[in-house]
């Protein structure tokens, strides 16, 4: 039902070696490259099954503007709560694209006719923009659930200090734990530099 692809271009032997590598080692599933993609949206789950309308509404939605879908199902971190899994996943994607959207395996894109690029021309200096949270309390904390992400050094490294940084508990079986490591990892001046809202 969805694609994978590791490169923007494909074609040449080594873009399709790094995804066959990536295939194997990450276990993507249903493969599909296509060439040029600007943007990619990525998704992590185990209930491809009982979300097949999502699914199907996200695809769609990749296909109207020709971008790429990924689906990983299987954990690159055993250990990790299922949140840090979407961390990985773009970590592997988001340098092969200008553009990634990652969503919770249950969202899917409100409006399908807007692009992800209309969305990152209002915020032309963010690496990372997410969603608030819709209560009134939780304004100031950020939707992990629903986030473009700007390929960017900054964003490399900051994803990289997500995975490894010993300030965030990456084990406990609970929601959200990625949402509250960007909270405490994110400084001021990161937060008014790389971060929209």
Not at 74 to 103: C, E, G, I, M, N
Not at 138 to 153: D, E, K, Q, T
Request: hydrophobic letters at 45%; one cysteine or more; glycine letters at 2%.
């Amino acid at each position: 039902v969805c694609c994978a692809t590791d490169m923007p271009v494909a074609g040449s032997r080594r873009a399709v070696r790094q995804l066959m590598r990536l295939r194997r080692d990450r276990m993507l599933v249903h493969l599909d490259i296509r060439p040029a993609a600007t943007a990619v949206l990525l998704v992590y789950s185990d209930r491809e099954d009982s979300l097949r309308p999502v699914f199907r509404a996200n695809k769609d939605y990749c296909a109207r503007h020709s971008y790429q879908m990924l689906l990983r199902s299987l954990p690159t971190h055993p250990a990790f709560h299922a949140s840090w899994q979407k961390v990985q996943l773009v970590l592997d994607y988001v340098r092969h694209f200008a553009t990634a959207l990652l969503l919770d395996d249950d969202a899917f894109v409100a409006k399908p006719w807007e692009r992800v690029e209309s969305v990152m021309e209002r915020f032309l200096h963010a690496s990372l923009v997410a969603a608030a949270h819709d209560c009134a309390a939780c304004r100031r904390h950020l939707n992990m659930g629903v986030v473009l992400f700007r390929s960017s050094p900054w964003l490399l490294s900051f994803l990289q200090r997500l995975l490894h940084d010993g300030q965030c508990d990456r084990l406990l079986p609970s929601c959200c734990w990625e949402q509250d490591c960007v909270e405490l990892l994110l400084t001021p001046k990161e937060r008014q530099t790389h971060i929209g809202v």
